[in-house]
């Protein structure tokens, strides 16, 4: 029996989103890694800009390789960019496994990151462009939740093996062989995949782009109402855009274009700046200094199973709620949890020997904060920004939003262990302070992207009021979408547009 539309592309969507598995993965294993004695041995340093270098190479390399991949991505395609990427990362995979020192290891994490920065644009970038409208950001989600399934496996493999292996080279080797294995299918068979039909229409392949959109929505009916109607919409959307400057000028001489690309490197930066790579990457320290050092990797383990169950919340959910609430609501519970974490961390500093309970404490609100990032916050950094772009630019502009989230990941990577040691609990009021106000530029600036297609996201953000409160743009129903998309194809046949330049000009603003 044939595969539904709705599964069909789901798990196309969940097939390039083992990209996202392999940052997780990196994002957890490091932790292990770090606290491994061979490893130690192996690197020979102590130095805390070394140890917070290896960390931040990865992300140094993610920010080089964001916006080359939209070249790829635009010129040859979403799958071919998928595909290189794959195979850059087990180059860099194949030598921090092999590594013999700091610097063999801090060139394979760069090597890694360069196609990590590649798979954040493009896998985010694929999902957004085959997905049906109506559950765009339940595919889109994928990405956040894939990334907590890498975590998730690097958690209880880095565990396993510190307790296992502890001591000998096996214990941080076999973790980061393992990395390579996600990157596999991405190298030998994304070619089975569809092609992004948005990017076969920009290149005039017409009939192609619509084949696709019918394979992807309708089992292959070409005729079907709703492959018609997003048809007509993406047709109309990309004649419009056909004269325009489709260069990186395009970006920069438009002010509305630019103030989207703005919105877009505020959220990658608000993400880090809630903490969340901080815990991540220094997971053992963290934990210890409130009094779990023997238990240490294994409450980051347990924080990786909240984090996955998070995302599974954010998937099952984030289309029926949209995108304002989670990220305004989100940070409001981020400042609050890393308030009360802050005045429990307190107690561990400056001599002082807190409780049990006030560890305990501490470790309960890391795991609400992470449940809640990982159902609110993290995946809506990469839902949005594809949201909100023109089909000329998005490859181009979203290699820039994600370039800020790995400047802004490598910062915290870099500062945290010093920042660790020189101010110790004091750290984490820049958390909370920074959550609290994320979620008021959000609630002033974030227009609401559920339910509408991707063509309609220019229109409103061109027109509306920037200040979100004032403007007047009508929410629309999820179920809604798809109903009024079909009802726009009828015009299809009759030579009458399914949608009118008033309308795509409008969009109800």
């Known amino acids: 029996m044939a595969l539904s539309p709705a599964l069909y592309t789901f798990l196309c969507a969940c ?67 998928l595909t290189v990427a794959g195979v850059i990362f087990l180059v860099g995979g194949t030598v921090q496994t092999a590594t013999q020192n700091k610097e063999m290891m801090m060139a394979g994490r760069f090597i890694g990151g360069l196609a990590i920065g590649q798979l954040g644009v493009l896998v985010p970038l694929y999902q957004s462009e085959i997905a049906n409208p109506a559950v765009r950001g339940r595919l889109t989600a994928t990405f956040q939740f894939f990334l907590g399934v890498g975590a998730f496996v690097a958690g209880w493999i880095g565990y396993g093996t510190s307790k296992g292996s502890h001591g000998t080279a096996l214990e941080w080797r076999l973790p980061l ?23 076969l229409a ?56 630019m103030r989207k690309v703005f919105y877009g490197i505020v959220l990658q930066f608000s993400v880090q700046m809630t903490g969340v790579s901080a815990i991540q990457y220094y997971a053992n ?47 409001i519970i981020s400042g609050i949890t890393f308030a009360v974490a802050t005045a429990m961390a307190k107690q561990f500093y400056g001599g002082a020997a807190g409780t049990r309970g006030q560890g305990i404490c501490f470790v309960a ?27 000329n630019i998005r490859a181009k502009a979203t290699g820039i939003t994600t370039t800020a989230s790995w400047l802004a990941n490598f910062m915290i990577g870099q500062v945290s262990p ?38 309609e996201m220019d229109g409103i953000i061109r027109h509306a009021n920037p200040i979100v409160p004032l403007s007047k743009v009508e929410r629309i129903s999820y179920k809604d979408r798809e109903r009024e998309l079909a009802e726009r194809a009828h015009g299809a046949g009759t030579g009458k547009p399914s949608i009118t330049q008033e309308e795509k000009a409008t969009y109800e603003v």
């Open 285 to 331: 320290d963290v934990y210890t200094s409130v009094g779990f050092a023997k238990n240490a990797l294994l409450i980051n383990s347990i924080n990786n199973v909240v984090g996955l169950l998070g995302e599974a919340t954010c998937i099952a959910f984030l289309d029926r709620i949209g995108r304002r609430p989670p990220l305004i609501f989100g940070n």
């Open 365 to 391: 609100m890391i795991y609400i904060y992470n449940f809640t990032f990982s159902a609110a916050i993290g995946p809506l950094s990469w839902v949005y920004p594809v949201e909100i772009m023109q089909n």
């Open 15 to 81: 097939f390039v989103a083992n990209g996202a598995a392999i940052f997780g993965y990196d994002l957890g294993v490091i932790a292990y890694v770090l606290a491994a004695p061979d490893f130690i041995a192996t690197i020979n340093t102590t130095n805390d800009n070394y140890v917070g270098f290896i960390v931040s190479s990865l992300l140094l390399g993610a920010a080089v390789g964001s916006v080359p991949s939209s070249y790829i991505a635009d010129i040859w395609g979403r799958r071919v960019a």
């Open 418 to 455: 010093t920042a660790f040691k020189q101010i110790g609990w004091k750290y984490y009021l820049v958390f909370t302070v920074c959550s609290f106000t994320n979620a008021l530029f959000f609630y002033l600036f974030f227009h609401e992207t559920r339910g509408r297609t991707l063509e």
């Open 177 to 199: 062989a393992f990395q390579m294995l996600p990157a596999l299918p991405i190298v030998f068979l994304t070619f089975i995949l569809p092609e992004s039909p948005r990017w």
């Open 202 to 257: 920009m290149k005039g392949r017409d009939e192609d782009a619509l084949n696709t959109l019918a394979r992807l929505h309708a089992r292959g009916d070409v005729n079907d109402d709703l492959v018609q109607g997003e048809y007509q919409d993406m047709k109309l959307s990309i004649d419009q855009e056909a004269g325009l400057d489709k260069s990186w000028s395009n970006i920069f001489r438009d002010t509305v274009n």
